[in-house]
């Protein structure tokens, strides 16, 4: 049942139609880990700054995330991030971004990680994600994300990170940058013949794209009207798939396609606050009352 996450913790700063945040607790590996968390332990991997809180590492620890990973660089702050959505929250501009020594750092996996039978490599510089899985004693499932700016600056670094993972996680802008393909069908198709037998294409408010082996599976977002910060809804997708995942004895189809649906589930929780708020707020029972209407609402039995 173990889960190692390699990934970004971060301060977000936030700007939507609606409102704002300043310096909030942000970062691939932090959604991640936290919606995984509801699922199965987590051992997270990563780097913070001078600046990062006790608090909030007390507030992960106590979700059941192992934090022996982490390290704290003295000598810089943390890695920080500064968006703003459009009017249809699903656009964004990034005003800012300090990498903060992010793009330099070398992940030292534990010992008691090594021998993790999952792992989850957050949106990292592929350099930080084959690092990773060099430590690790050959993991039965490896799955990845990335983002625009990797795939536009490190794109060799990345397909040797393909040619290694299971699955690899991407959203559509990001799977038509990697594929030079408009069409998703083709774009999913294409990262496939890349190394990964499974590719999630995240669409946001309309949903997901899931390819496996010969298959592809169109899974719609849980619908909400309550949209408060998009920030990390991806991330927590991820995390609660994968954490399902982990405590499944075998990953056949009906049980990708579950975690498929628990992933948007709670993503659909983690956008209706700001930073974690949507996540803090729920419990396991939460999950399972919105999957069972989220079943219904497809005609699932």
């Not at 399902?244 to 209706?272: E, M, W």
Request: aromatic share 10%; net charge negative; proline share 4%.
């Amino acid at each position: 049942m173990s889960l190692l996450a390699v990934g970004t913790i971060a301060f977000d700063s936030i700007e939507t139609p609606t409102d704002s945040r300043i310096r909030i607790m942000g970062g691939s590996a932090t959604y991640f880990s936290y919606a995984a968390a509801f699922f199965a332990p987590v051992s997270l991997v990563g780097i913070v700054g001078k600046d990062w809180p006790d608090s909030y590492s007390r507030l992960l620890e106590e979700r059941g995330i192992d934090l022996a990973g982490v390290v704290r660089d003295l000598s810089q702050d943390s890695y920080f991030w500064h968006g703003r959505y459009t009017i249809n929250f699903q656009d964004r501009e990034t005003l800012e971004c300090q990498l903060r020594g992010f793009d330099k750092w070398v992940p030292i996996v534990p010992e008691q990680f090594l021998r993790s039978r999952f792992v989850f490599l957050g949106a990292a510089s592929p350099t930080v994600q084959l690092q990773t899985l060099a430590q690790c004693n050959l993991p039965e499932f490896v799955f990845a994300d990335t983002v625009d700016m990797w795939i536009e600056t490190a794109g060799d670094d990345l397909r040797c990170v393909l040619a290694r993972v299971n699955c690899l996680l991407i959203n559509d802008s990001e799977a038509r940058q990697l594929t030079s393909e408009q069409d998703l069908v083709r774009a999913g198709r294409k990262i496939q013949a890349m190394g990964p037998t499974m590719v999630v294409i995240k669409k946001g408010e309309h949903g997901s794209l899931f390819f496996h082996e010969g298959s592809i599976f169109p899974c719609p977002a849980f619908p909400t009207d309550r949209i408060v910060d998009p920030t990390g809804a991806g991330d927590s997708f991820a995390g609660a798939m994968i954490g399902y995942l982990t405590c499944q004895p075998k990953l056949d189809r009906r049980v990708l396609l579950n975690a498929i649906h628990y992933g948007t589930v709670v993503a659909s929780f983690t956008v209706g606050g700001f930073s974690i708020e949507g996540l803090e707020a729920i419990e396991m029972s939460d999950i399972e009352e919105r999957r069972t209407e989220f079943r219904n609402m497809l005609g699932v039995d």
